[in-house]
Every structure is written in structure tokens, then in C-alpha cells.
């Protein structure tokens, strides 16, 4: 990119006739043209399957990142691995194997360099596959793993089985139709990835966890394990070839049978496993004895009911992945810092030396000052200063107390004033509050004294009302009470005939009568007028008010 010359280098040129060269393009910094060289080339080719030959693979870095290249006859490209997505790949990086590598082309900035970052690795072709199989086949062997004599017999009657294998393929339930079909037992289903990345960490996991269970916890440990899956292609199947399924396999003190794939098909775990199974069906039929057989239409309906789920769960892992893939990925963010750490982290070392050196050579001058000017001669020095001040401290500092008393002297006495006044206006406010308060007690006194009078004279006036309000009032004025035997009122002359015995409450008391035959109203002899009794006075009658039939 043409850069314009300033105005004056025309006057300096030594050729003024040549005039200089102005061009039209913008002007790029080199972090702005490696940022779009970067998106060109992820727009371009966001996503790729590379095949070649793996060179240059040392191992992972120390920062868990796996860096080589990829080539073939005519070029090669490098390649990255970061340490999440190595610790999942199914097919580990190995010098000179050939691979199909699915990932993302992108740049490096730090280098000017162009990359492929690998988000999956699977060797290429049929061949590679048979290959590495042969291979890890022949050093498990050696090692003595898929040995006869390592074979367990199978219990003829497990109390529970632990089956391992996906819980949403058709494995599952045919090995549940056949245990159900031949004696039905209590199965555990340890659910795991048959496939893909991370499948044989899963299995290796469920095969040491139902080896983890105590025979007496809440779930029960298994007596018979069953590791199953599908039929499918090498690749497929791969997952039970892994080193790690084979050893937690060898090492499960559990019963184990394979019910990998078809008959036809063969993995590594078949050789370790106590038994191998044809199918997932023959695992079954192998793990129990027949009982009976089940109902045609609850084996349809059972059938149907697990295609239905399966149809439902596929449907939703879909739906999942889709929204996986349409996420951002986290490598995309951090991928150049990443590489920036790590080349930091190379020149680390380098760099420290280089330090250590610095501090070594500014120590030798250090110690070179020393012998030129010992510390004997400062001290000396610092001896002379300290005889010269001699006794002027102990003036200054005897000076500085009498200074120190005057003012602590000065203090004392304004604190006395100032005692003295406070306590001469708590005086004056106690006066104050003792007058107050005897002011208020006095008010108190006539105010008690006015409510009791109100009360005493409200109180009068209700017993004058309950007086005259009361029964034995009118008992007062001439009437009686009529009463039965029972001590129940009578309010007319046909009950008083029917009582016989009687009794008439009068003002002063009670007296027992018997009653005749009654005669028809208005044919009764007048009856002589009582003498009135003399009026009490209203102060004497004032018992408690009663009801005029209270007994």
C-alpha cells in the first residue's frame, strides 16, 4: 500500500522534475486488515471436513491444547485441538494416522498463518478403522485381558440386572420384553450414549458405578450386568472398542455380558466379557430361565407405548441439536487468546532466565558497592553525628514536658469552672422538676377525688333503678307469687287445680297452700283486699334483681 509523501519532499528530492506518487487506496492498520482477512476466510469456509495424514504431534501442550498439522502429497495446513473438546473426541490424535477432521478454517493474527480448529476426528476409511482395532486388540491381549480363565459363570437366577445401553433405542425394551417374556426380574437401567463423543466415558462410568453400589443400600447392586446396543457400521460401534470400556469391563467384579450389535458384528468388550450375546434378545435369554409367556395385546400395547416415547424423545434431542448448533461456540471467542496464552507461555521460561541474570548482575554491583564503601564507615560516620548531638535530647525532651504540664495544668482548671457550672444549673433543674412534679400530684389528688364523687353518685342512681325495676318490689305493693311443688310459676287457675300443693311468695316470706276445685270466671266470691303492707323505703330495697318467675 502506497503511503503519500509529505508536502515538502518534493523540495528535498534530488530529481525535482519526478513528481511523487498519490494514490487513492485507504489506508489499512495490520490489526484491522488480519480481522478482516479472519472473517473472510470463516465466511468462506465456516465449516469443512479436511482428510490427511496427522504430523507433527507431540502430545497435548501443557495448557491441555493439542497443536500439529494436517497433510497430504501436495500441502499441509495446521491444526488445533482445544483441551475441552480433546477430552471428548473419540479418535485421539496419533502420529501418521490418517484422519477425516470436521472443524473450522480460521486465521492467527500472532502469525499471519491460517488454521483449521478440529471439532471431531475419526480415521479415514474402513481400513484405518480395522487397523487401530488390530492394533488395540493385540496389546489387550498381551496383557492377558481376554483370557478363559478370567471367566466368570453366570448366576442362573440374578435378583436384579443392570442393563447399560441408551434408554431411547429399541435395545432396551427388546431385552425388557424378553426378561418379562422369560421370568421377570428387577432391572436397572444405567442410561448411556452408544455412540458419538463421549459414549465410551459413559459406559466406562456405569459399568464402575454399579460396581460402586453396597449389596445392602436403597438401590440394590446388581447381580448380572448386561452392556447392549444395535447393530451398525464400525464407526457406530466404536465406542465398545475404547480402551476405557474394555478395562472397566475386565475390572467389573459383577458378572458382565456384551450384547453388541448383530451376531456378525465384533467389539473388543465381547473378548473381555464373561459372555457375549448374538443379539441384545440373546442377553436376555441368556440372563434368566423361561417362566411364561406374556399376553400378546399387553406386549403390543407395551411396544407401542415405548415407540411412541422413543418417537417423542428423538424428536426433542432434534429440536435440542438444532438449537445447539445455532449457538455461538465458545473456541470461536477465545481461540487467538488462547494460542497468544500459550506462545506466552513458551517465552515464559526464557524470559525468567533473562531475569534472574538482571537481578544476578545488580546483586554483583551490590556487593562491589559494599566493599568500596563498608557499612564500618557509615556506622562510624552515624557515631560521630550521635556524639556531636550529644545532650540536646534530653533538654528538649525535658522541655517539651514542662510545656507538656503547663497546658495539662491549664486544662485542669477549666475543667473545674466548667464542673462547677454544670452542676449549679442540675441543681437549678432539679428545684424546677421537684416544683412540677408537686403541682402534678396535686391536680391528680382533685381529679381522683372528682371521679370517685361521679362514680359514688352514678352509682346510687342504679341502685335506685334496680330497685324499682325488681320483682320483689311489686311483692312490695300486695301481690304473691304462685308456685307448684316444683317450684315452677302458675299463671292460670286450671294448672293451680291440677298442682294440689302450693306455695304463695309474699314480700316477708313463703306460705304452703292447697288448691280446691277453681270456679268460672266472674262466679268467684271477691276475694277480701289485703291489707297493704307499708311502703320501705327505696334505700332498703335494693337486693340483687331477679327474674318474677326465677325460682
Known amino acids: 500500500m502506497a503511503v503519500p509523501p509529505p508536502p515538502s519532499a518534493a523540495a528535498r528530492s534530488p530529481n525535482p522534475a519526478v513528481s511523487p506518487v498519490v494514490s487513492n487506496a485507504p489506508e489499512w492498520s495490520v490489526g484491522d486488515l488480519a480481522s478482516a482477512l479472519k472473517r473472510t476466510l470463516e465466511d468462506a469456509f465456516g465449516h469443512v471436513r479436511l482428510r490427511g495424514e496427522i504430523s507433527g504431534f507431540r502430545g497435548q501442550h501443557g495448557s491441555g491444547h493439542a497443536y500439529f ?57 474402513i481400513g484405518a478403522w480395522m487397523a487401530l482395532l488390530e492394533e488395540r486388540k493385540r496389546v489387550l491381549a498381551a496383557e492377558g485381558l481376554f483370557a478363559a480363565e478370567r471367566k466368570r459363570p ?33 432391572v436397572l437401567v444405567w442410561p448411556v450414549r452408544v455412540q458419538g463423543e463421549g459414549a465410551a466415558e459413559e459406559i466406562a462410568a456405569a459399568i ?10 436403597a438401590i440394590p447392586r446388581p447381580d448380572l450386568l448386561i452392556v447392549a446396543r ?11 472398542n475404547e480402551e476405557i470400556v474394555v478395562r472397566a469391563a475386565s475390572d467389573s467384579a459383577i458378572p458382565l455380558i456384551s450384547a453388541v450389535g448383530h451376531e456378525t458384528d465384533t467389539t473388543l468388550i465381547d473378548f473381555v466379557s464373561d459372555r457375549r450375546a448374538p443379539t441384545p434378545t440373546g442377553a436376555a435369554e441368556m440372563a434368566v430361565p423361561v417362566r411364561a409367556d406374556l399376553i400378546a395385546a399387553l406386549r403390543d400395547l407395551g411396544h407401542r407405548q ?9 424428536r426433542e434431542r432434534t429440536d435440542l441439536r438444532a438449537l445447539v448448533r445455532a449457538m455461538p461456540q465458545v473456541d470461536a471467542f477465545l ?62 525532651v525535658r522541655h517539651g514536658a514542662a510545656r507538656k504540664g503547663e497546658a495539662l495544668a491549664y486544662l485542669g482548671r477549666r475543667l473545674v469552672v466548667a464542673r462547677d457550672g454544670t452542676l449549679g444549673r442540675a441543681r437549678a433543674e432539679q428545684i424546677r422538676s421537684h416544683d412540677r412534679l408537686a403541682a402534678l400530684q396535686a391536680r391528680l389528688a382533685r381529679a381522683a377525688s372528682r371521679l370517685t364523687e361521679r362514680r359514688r353518685d ?32 302458675i299463671r292460670a287457675a286450671a294448672t293451680a287445680s291440677a298442682a294440689g300443693l302450693m306455695s304463695l311468695e309474699f314480700a316477708d316470706g313463703t306460705v304452703a297452700v292447697r288448691a280446691e276445685a277453681a270456679t268460672e270466671a266472674g262466679s ?9 303492707a307499708p311502703r320501705k323505703p327505696a334505700a332498703e330495697a335494693a337486693p340483687p334483681q331477679r327474674s318474677l318467675f326465677e325460682t
Open 208 to 217: 464402575r458405578g454399579f460396581n460402586a453400589l453396597n449389596p445392602g443400600s
Open 154 to 186: 453366570i448366576p442362573y437366577l440374578p435378583r436384579v440386572i443392570g442393563i447399560v445401553t441408551s434408554p431411547t433405542g429399541a435395545v432396551i425394551r427388546d431385552i425388557l420384553h424378553r426378561l418379562e417374556d422369560r421370568f421377570p426380574r428387577p
Open 335 to 396: 481461540g487467538a487468546k488462547r494460542q497468544r496464552l500459550d506462545l506466552a507461555e513458551a517465552r515464559l521460561g526464557p524470559a525468567l532466565a533473562g531475569n534472574a541474570r538482571a537481578h544476578r548482575l545488580r546483586v554483583s554491583r551490590l556487593v562491589e558497592r559494599f566493599v568500596r564503601h563498608p557499612p564500618t564507615l557509615a556506622l562510624a560516620t552515624a557515631r560521630g553525628r550521635l556524639a556531636r548531638i550529644g545532650e540536646r535530647p534530653d533538654s528538649a
Open 230 to 240: 444395535g447393530g451398525g457400521s464400525i464407526e457406530d460401534l466404536w465406542a465398545f
Open 524 to 532: 268467684a266470691p271477691a276475694p277480701t283486699r289485703p291489707r297493704r
Open 458 to 489: 352514678r352509682l346510687g342512681g342504679l341502685a335506685g333503678l334496680l330497685g324499682s325495676l325488681s320483682y320483689r318490689a311489686i311483692l312490695a305493693r300486695g301481690f304473691a307469687l304462685v308456685r307448684d311443688g316444683e317450684g315452677a310459676p
Open 69 to 125: 498439522s494436517l497433510k497430504d502429497g501436495s500441502a499441509r495446513i495446521d491444526a488445533v485441538v482445544w483441551k475441552g473438546t480433546f477430552n471428548r473426541l473419540r479418535q485421539k490424535p496419533q502420529e501418521g494416522l490418517e484422519v477425516v477432521a470436521t472443524g473450522r478454517i480460521t486465521t492467527f493474527p500472532g502469525k499471519s498463518s491460517y488454521q483449521i480448529v478440529i471439532e471431531s476426528l475419526e480415521p479415514a476409511g
Open 306 to 314: 415405548g415407540e411412541a416415547v422413543a418417537r417423542r424423545i428423538d
